[in-house]
């Protein structure tokens, strides 16, 4: 096989076909950068991005106040006031904008100023880089309603089903899929979006709710995506096992999830070469308290379940709270050993 850029190597990644190696992606909390920034940098450089985002400056807007990674409060984009009692991690919302739908719709007010900026720097740096290049801005639909609604008032919603609740979600969906035409025509290989669904042993509803009240939109961003040619990458906490079939059914190419939440020898039988898994080793327990033969251990798990040397898996890690740099660096190790393994066993390669 002829040498892989990283761009070449993670679209190989996402169609199922054979590579010389996993691609990587670190991901650095602000805890991180500020707690362990000269070891990070270190497993940087020895297992440099294959993944990255196209950042763009989008401007502070009137509404906005504060540092959502500092202690005390701030105010994002869309005049949602965050609470955080740890630096390095965001916080919660407490008073939400939208207390009454009968009151308090018209507090909510989508950042329209950031669909007119330019994103010339975002395609002058894909210009410029061989890496995988994805979206420089993190969309979400049900947590943004959380945010602006309440999570315990949004939860009461999502049963009652007042026609506020119908109203918020539409107006949240209709920005995000004008930030996505904006980036479908930019040139980045993929483009992200997020939303927490799951508890750490359920999804935080129904399924047939999840399928009724946001499937719908969510297959409309997978649509929008690849009709731009893009990659479609989906990050969701907890456990969410219950909507895999449904993400592979609207065409999601890479989910990041939290596997061991979950059954991961299951998960690999049932979902197994039908989406891409982009990450991820347990960031709660494993990473701030495990030993690197732990981290090991745990590599080898997620590959033996889902990892044959044809694509379908990236080595996505969270160096959040608590993550201790030394297993941060055993992740990227041992999935190199085991992706240059798994080639040097075998694998059906041809030049790309």
């Known amino acids: 096989m002829t040498e892989l850029t990283s761009r070449e190597l993670v679209w190989r990644t996402l169609r199922f076909e054979s590579t010389p190696r996993v691609p990587r992606q670190l991901w650095l909390l602000p805890w991180a950068e500020q707690h362990c920034r000269a070891e990070l940098e270190a497993i940087r450089q020895a297992f440099p991005d294959d993944i990255t ?30 609470v955080s009692i740890q630096a390095g991690a965001i916080g919660e919302v407490k008073r939400p904008l939208v207390e009454s739908y009968a009151s308090d719709l018209d507090k909510v007010c989508p950042p329209d100023a950031w669909l007119a900026v330019s994103l010339d720097e975002a395609n002058r740096a894909c210009a410029r880089s061989d890496r995988f290049m994805l ?38 969906h209709e920005w995000n899929l004008a930030m996505i035409d904006r980036w479908a025509a930019s040139d980045v290989d993929g483009i992200m979006w997020m939303d927490d669904w799951g508890s750490q042993q359920s999804l935080l509803m129904s399924p047939d709710l999840w399928r009724s009240l946001f499937k719908p939109c969510y ?89 044959d040397g044809h694509g379908g898996v990236i080595a996505q890690c969270e160096s959040g709270v608590g993550a201790r740099p030394e297993n941060v660096r055993a992740v990227f190790e041992t999935w190199d050993r085991i992706g240059a393994a798994k080639a040097g066993a075998g694998s059906t390669q041809g030049d790309v």
């Not at 985002?53 to 500092?70: N, Q």
């Not at 991961?264 to 495990?290: A, C, M, N, V």
Request: proline share 4%; with cysteine; net charge negative.
């Open 53 to 82: 985002a196209a950042e763009v400056m989008y401007p502070p807007l009137p509404c906005m106040r504060g540092d959502p990674y500092a202690v005390g409060t701030s105010v994002d984009e869309w005049g949602c006031e965050f």
């Open 219 to 307: 297959r409309e961003y997978v649509d929008r995506i690849h009709a731009g040619g893009k990659a479609c990458f989906v990050h969701s906490d907890g456990y969410i096992d219950a909507v895999y079939e449904d993400l592979i059914e609207i065409g999601v190419d890479a989910i990041n999830s939290q596997l061991f939440c979950m059954d991961i020898e299951l998960i690999g039988r049932r979902f197994g070469g039908r989406i891409t898994f982009w990450g991820e080793i347990d960031r709660q327990q494993l990473l701030p308290y495990g030993s690197t033969d732990d981290i090991r251990r745990a590599v080898r798990r997620v590959a033996d379940a889902l990892y």
């Open 135 to 172: 979206s420089g801005v993190c969309l979400r639909l049900f947590e943004r309603m959380q945010f602006l609604r309440g999570t315990e008032n949004l939860y009461v919603d999502l049963i009652e089903q007042p026609a506020g609740l119908f109203t918020l979600r539409d107006r949240v």
